[in-house]
């Protein structure tokens, strides 16, 4: 389908009928490959950073998530929040290990790495990539009597300081091109090998339970194909 160009969604649906009358129950495999991908933890938050990503969890406007940080800030459990850096300076490293040490005994199940927790890991300690102010990060654990967006900001900007020294996450990919007839078909499935600093994030980014793992030369049995107009 993706070779010809169609004039109207009649012509697509024609095809994708004739492509499913033609189906055989199964399909064989003339091609397989997996590729891994190590995927590293997301930067420290800038306030641009921090103000998407709170839209995009909890709904949150721009305007709203800066109101919702300087509360923060002013009540002294997270450092300054209007700053456009997602790096923190080298002379920060005592204190910023000193934190690490306490908030990361809350997540014991997390594998973390000690060589990230040290003044040559550039993405987090890089003073050639901080302005006025740092990143955000957490600056006490004394976050009582917050209120419920408070709680939300203040846990995101947490578990996004703690998965800067966490272990890289592997995801693991298999590829397959299939044969059906005369029909052509690619299908991809991937999992993630090994979680962790997602493992931060819990649900959201578990393992996928439906991964294939097939070779070339075997056959698959085709589901009937329901062709539907979207």
Known sequence: LNDVKYDDSKQVLNKLEAIKSSLNSYSDVIAADTTKEVEKPKNLYSLSTLQVDANRRFGFKADKTLKVAQSLYEMKVISYPRTDSQHLSTEMFAFTDSLFQ???KVKPDIEFIADKVSLSNKKVFNDDKVSDHHA?????????SLSPDELKLYSIILLRFLSVFAADALKVTNSFELKN????????????SKLGWKLLYGSENSYVSNF???????????????VTKN
């Open 102 to 104: 306490r908030f990361s």
């Open 136 to 144: 955000i990060i957490p600056t006490s654990d004394s976050a009582k």
């Open 181 to 192: 007839n005369d029909n052509l078909f690619k299908l991809s499935t991937s999992k993630y």
């Open 212 to 226: 294939l793992e097939l070779n070339k030369g075997d056959s698959i049995e085709c589901k009937p194909i329901i």
